[in-house]
């Protein structure tokens, strides 16, 4: 692999600079975008592979912009905020980010968040494909088919149901599953997991509100349970 | 009844003469019938009983039988007291003079009575106008009372209320409008009225509650309208409270709106340059392969972020010190023209090479004003003018009078603002939809100006056309002082 490709959103010209200079001295090459718009713009000529974007912008928010590079791109995305609330995390997650870091932050972490986000399949043994009547993935290919319509997931979201299918049956704590996708510097991000196991839900389930693949065992973590020819109904304690 | 003694005397003597009168010409022109005499006698009386009244006729009665007894009725020249055609006579003029004059007392009265209403309504009418103009509750209690003795043209005027156990008065302490008095009324709930010592007393009532009491002391009123002036000013205060209370939720809803707008502003204007730096120095820390190049770059960052800090904290104690009216002008006569250079001075680096108009009739306008401050305003406009045209067009500045202010304007050739933002530029940490109005990555630079320029006693505004530009403008009072400026 080359030296990936980091798209930095800001509309401050100081922490630009000082991306610029940090990142590329990291070994990452930079693109710049001082807005929404121009990010927009900067995503289809460049090709980046990881996105900071800053959730503050005038003009087009970031978590617009976020939203609207989704549709288009899986590419890995790292929320910049000032703001360290739960509300604004979800928010952040919800728009699409694999991750955000709050302002103002140390260089490593930020270094430590983008190689997590970066990362992909990193544990590298193959999973067998999953086939039910509804639900077909092929971890080969990376691709998901939801009564015949293939559906897009983002690379983490791909990385948490692939843990989850690798273990099926199996109930997998909180912990074990935030480090498994993000990286062994996460742990007690559960928002990240009530954000990414909530869309995975709605893109796979049939009906998101009554899961049938991906259960919630309370106070322990999440499992994912194979549906055989009669679908199971409910949680199995 | 006021007597009038010459007046009233007067009259009698009128009456008289009126008698005089009628007996010497039916007795001089020798054709007369008694009839006729007696009738004309008769309508005499009745026009004076009519027009003055019970006693001034009855006198005229018994002077006209007398009269038409010694020259009317036979034997001529002698009273005749037995004859009962006397009797008759003296009757008849008496009962015609009860009858008229009460009619007419009757009558007289009624109009007075109406007129006073009238009058009464009118006054009321007045006063309910005037105190509709009165502000906040406390100058409405204190215009009250003034407002009584001005309209109803009484000695003095006292109101009590209720809530705050205050009373409200006109002019001093007068004993018989006594703070105990005015509590009593509110206890009794009921007007009172005191003839003999010229006061009267009436609760404010606002449907069943009772919100005080008032008192008027001089020429007492009707029950009627003490009653009608009681609810009229419990409505006024009612009324009062209920609009101050709009007004303070208003301001705690805006003093909140604000302070959240504060806190975000706080949060953003403050750790984007913390940012800034914490990344630079956590990198310029860690082991990552740095070249001279990049370390210099971040250092500069550092130093810069550091003074962009200082500038914000600055601005912000300055902008609370405005705020809470700490700053003291130092007032004196200035130039206008030289507020302008003097301002154009302080921008000369920055400005370069853009060409500025000077646009002014009257050179020798003068603005007393703090000097320093003043430039503060100006110059933060040409800034903003700068920072937001193409390098090439001008800026132009002026200056002209206009009443008692002299109202300076630097208008510029920019994209000009939106208009939904015109009015909230001019708002502390207001963000613009675009970069255009985060000068220098704070928001105060404008609400400042404006602190300035009200201190003042001036307005602060600005006009734009998207498109062709905006003119901003503000204006400082007038100096007409004789002295020459420094």
Excluded at chain 1, 91 to 109: R, S, T
Aim: aromatic share 6%; glycine share 6%; net charge neutral.
């Amino acid at each position: 692999m080359s030296t990936p490709t980091i798209l930095v959103v800001d509309d401050e010209p100081q922490i630009r600079r000082v991306m610029r200079t940090t990142l590329s001295s990291n070994g990452y090459s930079v693109v710049e975008a001082r807005s929404g718009e121009e990010a927009l713009d900067v995503m289809r000529a460049e090709r980046p592979e990881l996105v900071l974007l800053d959730v503050n912008m005038p003009g087009k928010s970031g978590l617009d912009t976020c939203r609207e590079i989704r549709d288009q791109s899986d590419v890995a995305i790292i929320m910049l905020t000032v703001r360290n609330t739960e509300h604004d995390k979800v928010l952040a997650l919800d728009a699409g980010a694999d991750d955000y870091v709050v302002k103002p932050f140390g260089m490593e972490e930020l270094l430590a968040r983008i190689r997590a986000a970066l990362r992909r399949t990193s544990s590298g043994e193959p999973v067998p494909a999953y086939v039910s009547n509804d639900l077909e993935i092929d971890f080969e290919r990376r691709k998901v088919t939801v009564q015949g319509r293939p559906v897009r997931l983002t690379p983490k979201e791909f990385e948490l149901l692939r843990h989850l299918v690798a273990n099926q049956g199996k109930p997998l704590e909180h912990r074990r599953l935030l480090q498994a996708v993000w990286g062994p510097d996460y742990g007690d991000e559960t928002e990240y997991l009530r954000v990414f196991i909530n869309q995975l839900r709605k893109k796979i389930e049939p009906d998101p509100a009554h899961p049938k693949y991906i259960h919630t065992d309370p106070w322990v973590g999440y499992r994912f349970e194979p549906v055989t020819a009669a679908p199971a109904k409910g949680k199995k304690k | 009844m006021t007597k009038n003694l010459p007046a009233t005397l007067a009259r009698y003597v009128a009456a008289l003469v009126a008698v005089l009168a009628i007996t010497s010409f039916y007795r001089y022109t020798h054709r007369f019938n008694v009839t006729t005499v007696a009738f004309t006698y008769l309508l005499a009386i009745l026009g004076v009983s009519a027009l003055w009244g019970l006693a001034v006729s009855v006198f005229m009665s018994v002077a006209a039988t007398l009269a038409y007894n010694y020259y009317f009725l036979p034997p001529i020249g002698t009273f005749t007291i037995a004859d009962p055609q006397n009797w008759v006579a003296l009757v008849t003029f008496l009962a015609t003079s009860v009858l008229a004059s009460d009619l007419s007392t009757r009558a007289r009265n009624q109009a007075a009575e109406a007129n006073r209403r009238r009058h009464e309504v009118e006054r009321l009418y007045r006063f309910s106008q005037r105190m509709l103009s009165a502000g906040n509750p406390i100058e409405l209690l204190n215009a009250i009372p003034r407002l009584i003795v001005e309209t109803f043209e009484v000695g003095a005027a006292a109101v009590f209320t209720s809530d705050k156990q205050k009373v409200y008065r006109s002019g001093m302490n007068l004993p018989q409008l006594d703070a105990d008095f005015l509590k009593a009324v509110v206890a009794r709930e009921e007007v009172q009225i005191d003839a003999e010592r010229s006061v009267c007393f009436a609760p404010l009532r606002l449907g069943s509650r009772i919100l005080g009491s008032m008192g008027i002391s001089g020429p007492v009123l009707s029950a009627q309208t003490l009653e009608a002036l009681g609810s009229l000013i419990a409505v006024a205060i009612e009324r009062a409270h209920a609009i101050e209370m709009v007004g303070k939720t208003e301001a705690a809803r805006q003093g909140e709106r604000l302070k959240s707008a504060l806190l975000d502003a706080i949060t953003h204007d403050f750790r984007t340059p913390l940012t800034s730096m914490k990344m630079s120095v956590t990198t310029l820390l860690s082991p990552a392969p740095l070249d001279d190049g990049q370390r210099k770059e971040l250092l500069h960052v550092i130093d810069e972020e550091c003074d962009r800090l200082n500038r914000l904290v600055g601005e912000a104690a300055e902008m609370a010190r405005l705020e809470a009216g700490e700053v003291k002008l130092q007032l004196e006569p200035l130039r206008a023209a030289d507020l302008i250079t003097g301002s154009l001075d302080l921008c000369k680096g920055m400005l370069g090479t853009r060409p500025i108009r000077i646009e002014m009739k009257n050179p020798d306008l003068r603005v007393e004003a703090d000097t320093a401050r003043a430039k503060e305003v100006l110059v933060h406009l040409i800034q903003n003018a700068h920072l937001y045209s193409p390098p090439d067009k001008p800026i132009t500045i002026g200056a002209e009078e206009k009443d008692d202010f002299v109202q300076f304007s630097v208008a510029d050739q920019g994209p000009g603002i939106a208009e939904a933002e015109l009015g909230l530029i001019f708002d502390k940490f207001y963000r613009g939809t675009d970069q255009r109005y985060r000068v220098q990555g704070t928001g105060m630079g404008l609400p400042i100006a404006k602190a300035i320029v009200e201190a003042h006693g001036g307005t602060i505004g600005v006009v734009s056309q998207v498109g062709s530009g905006s003119v901003f403008s503000f204006s400082l009072p007038i100096s007409r002082r004789a002295s020459e400026p420094k």
